[in-house]
């Protein structure tokens, strides 16, 4: 054991969390891992569908996924990364059309040549940026609107914006837009081509390897116990409280989404606080659907379609050649929008007659199983100047240090930014300790 051999509490059990107690572990401290839910994973987390181990909601692998890279082969199973040539679709207007080469945007009909001149343009630029610094101060609505014009943006960008944020379209930050963009397009082997990854047998093989990992190396890792109270004094963390019982720890990281470190940690002080309340999250209502054939040859489709309320579905089986054919199909909701509570059975209907729409040959018998997910803070909505609405990880209470996919700024959420930052933080908590 190392001369560090703090006693601490992790809080939350998703990737990031992981990530973290296995780092923290590694540098020689006793480790409590706490989560409610009945499975590690968080938004990674995988279920039995209909006999097929899934995870509730989508993921996929880009080309600069470095650190997820580097857990896989320090884990041992690099081999289980997988690439696939996928294709991108494009509903718009009542019509499917093939999507993500400069040949198919060439031929689109439904815009002028200039128009799709300065879209594929946009997408070029944005691929080679490197810097994103007067990006962070942007709008991202204006910033899409400058490059390509009013014309295209309506065509390509309009409903994408509106049915992902809603009341909150006309205040992303054009970084944030920017970072998913250069993401994906740095992942095609060439312009004509698309590739993305996955993990044979899922995010489940990642999950499994990592809590084998911290549980060889001496960490504990609670299901079905999430942390009620983080219990401080004197300017520092002294334990936390799980029901009845207080648990005495030296530090406490939380990786919960940050809403809940305000009942988590009541004695934050008011300027953190005060930040954690301006920041806005949307939640998420995903449907997941087994289909006896596939709906289209796409794995992602965006959709920008008036008679449809949805932006986009992910044909997951196009990526991951999977027994079965699966489609997530996500509505984004803030959680004060009367549509995120409805039952789970006017979502189906609805998704029923998208799914008739873009595929008329389908018909109801082609769905063999069906469920839904929600979860309420699935995406952080990212304004302009995001970073410095943020607090600090570490706080001004010792050993107490806070973080959630807020900050992965700007870029988007995936495990492998949640491993980048979870081991990020168990860094801070040993140079605190040191």
Request: glycine letters at 6%; a neutral charge.
């Amino acid at each position: 054991m190392s001369r560090f051999n703090k006693k601490i509490a992790v809080i939350g059990a998703g990737v990031m969390g992981l990530a973290c107690a296995y780092d923290l572990l590694k540098n020689g401290h006793k480790v409590d891992v706490y989560e409610k839910d009945d499975r590690i994973g968080g938004m990674s987390a995988s279920f039995d569908f209909d006999g097929l181990l899934i995870e509730r909601f989508y993921h996929f692998v880009c080309a600069p996924d470095y650190p997820l890279f580097d857990m896989l082969t320090e884990l041992g199973i690099y081999d289980k990364l997988k690439w696939n040539d996928t294709k991108m679709g494009f509903y718009y207007e009542g019509k499917l059309y093939k999507w993500g080469n400069p040949l198919y945007l060439l031929t689109f009909p439904r815009a002028d040549l200039i128009s799709k001149f300065r879209y594929g343009l946009h997408v070029f630029l944005s691929s080679k940026r490197t810097r994103w610094d007067d990006l962070d101060k942007r709008n991202a609505v204006e910033w899409v609107k400058k490059a390509l014009g009013e014309k295209a943006y309506d065509i390509f960008w309009k409903l994408l914006f509106e049915l992902k944020f809603y009341e909150y379209t006309n205040n992303i930050s054009a970084a944030w837009i920017w970072t998913r963009l250069k993401r994906v397009a740095v992942s095609r082997k060439n312009v004509f081509s698309e590739r993305m990854g996955y993990l044979e047998g899922g995010s489940d093989i990642l999950l499994g390897k990592m809590r084998e990992r911290i549980e060889h190396m001496g960490g504990k890792i609670f299901l079905n116990k999430g942390a009620d109270k983080i219990i401080t004094g004197n300017g520092m963390v002294t334990g936390v409280a799980i029901g009845d019982h207080t648990e005495k720890y030296d530090s406490v990281v939380s990786t919960v989404p940050l809403p809940y470190t305000l009942h988590l940690a009541p004695d934050l002080p008011d300027e953190i606080r005060k930040k954690i309340e301006h920041i806005n999250n949307i939640g998420v209502v995903c449907v997941i659907l087994k289909l006896k054939n596939r709906l289209t040859e796409n794995f992602w489709l965006n959709i920008t379609d008036q008679s449809i309320e949805n932006p986009g579905m992910i044909e997951y089986s196009n990526l991951n050649p999977l027994q079965d054919v699966i489609l997530y199909v996500p509505f984004y909701l803030h959680k004060s929008n009367p549509k995120y509570q409805l039952p789970n059975e006017l979502f189906f209907e609805e998704v029923l007659r998208y799914l008739k729409k873009i595929n008329p040959e389908l018909s109801e018998d082609w769905i063999l199983a069906k469920t839904i997910h929600r979860y309420e803070y699935a995406q952080p909505v990212c304004p302009p100047k995001f970073l410095e609405m943020l607090p600090p990880i570490k706080t001004d209470i010792k050993g107490l240090f806070i973080a959630d996919t807020s900050y992965y700024y700007p870029e988007d959420r995936s495990i492998s930014e949640s491993i980048r930052l979870g081991r990020n933080i168990a860094n801070m908590v040993t140079r605190e300790s040191n």
